[in-house]
């Protein structure tokens, strides 16, 4: 064997394995300490996002590298090997953006290992395609889970507004919020915003209790995680009242000062400022707005 071929089997494999490694231990460094301090669901879903650790396919490029160059089962293709492993699990577990791009490339190096003759060059280029098909196959896979969440408080939302018909129908009016006369001591948000007072034994009926019209309040899907909170509520009048969710960026664009002047005119008409407040999917998957769901005795609205 060529002494030239020796140098380049020995020592730059290890060279790109070490330095796989340490592009694969950088986003470990900006991951663990996000982690530990992420206070809402868009915290969590922002460990998520691509553009905050970009070492990541670098690091897949080089460990795979480490592994194709030396001879096949030589000592240094196994070191280069458990360094490919250990980037493939740093990307699946900060990187959702990565993931297919990480599979990809753990299939091209099986194939590469098990199928392809050592002299073959072209399967240097086989990381970069993985890499390219990742990109393209996974563009919306970060977000997925804020619009599942979506849907998911929209139908939970459903579900409250049909125990709230059924709570007018027995009571001739909705349940009393929060944020009405005297009840301020009721408030089980660090939010400030108005919520579903709890039982009160010979004044107050809730939805749970006395006569479970639910059989609990769902949590707001995207409230802090610090905090077990369902979702806002207010009553205008015994005749009509609102359900609010923070919405994706996790924050409430309605403030409580702002409530009574929201309301919809009789004729079913909503105030521009209220439309406005409203989360439209169209203008980001996170964006500004609360999710909404607003309704009348003569029946829901959206």
Known sequence: MPRRTKILGR??????AFAGVCCALVPLIYFVPAYLNQRTVVDALKLKEPRDIPTIPVALVLTYLSVIIPPKRSFMAWIGALSFLFAVMVAIATSMAYLLAAIFCFLALILDLALLPSTARWHYILPFACLFLGAVGTPNIGWAPVRSAVSRVQSEMREISVALESYHLANDCYPPCTNEAGSRSQ?????????????????????????????????????????????SYYRWDDRSCILISAGPNCVFDISPDNLPELRPT????????????QYDPTNGTVSAGDILRIQFAEGIQK
């Open 11 to 16: 020592y730059v494999p290890a060279i790109l």
């Open 187 to 231: 408030w089980n948000s660090k939010s400030a915003m108005p919520g579903f007072m709890g039982y009160e034994p010979g004044r107050v009926h809730s939805l749970t209790t006395p006569i479970a019209y639910l059989p609990s309040l769902p949590s707001d899907r995207f409230g802090f995680l610090v905090e077990d909170r369902t979702f």
């Open 266 to 277: 009789s004729s079913g008409s909503f105030p521009e400022k209220l439309i406005n407040l």
